[in-house]
């Protein structure tokens, strides 16, 4: 009968360490989900952050060509031609 009182106390020990271990590793996953939250929002917030860095950076460029820069000749010429076809197309579309 002791053996058996023994058995059980031993197992209600191992259990016992069991639920504070599994109680401990719930709160640390509930740390990592709320990390993995924070990182997401700043993820989505950098990448915002290089969208608009992007067309700035698209903007600058196009407004250099413009300026008739002679790194962007080619660009310039090409947004005068595709303005120049954009002004073609709303005057056909005005004679009609």
Request: net charge negative; proline share 0%; charged share 30%.
């Amino acid at each position: 009968m002791s053996n058996l009182t023994e058995v059980v106390d031993s197992l209600e020990t191992r259990i016992n360490t069991l639920l504070e271990r599994y109680k401990a590793l719930q709160e640390r996953l509930d740390i990592l989900e709320g990390t993995i939250v924070n990182f997401d929002a700043e993820n989505a917030a950098l990448k915002e952050k290089v969208a608009e860095k992007q067309q700035e950076y698209n903007t600058l460029k196009t407004a250099n060509a413009l300026l008739g820069s002679n790194d962007y000749k080619r660009e310039t010429k090409l947004k005068i031609n595709a303005l120049i076809r954009e002004i073609d197309a709303c005057v056909v579309a005005l004679s009609e």
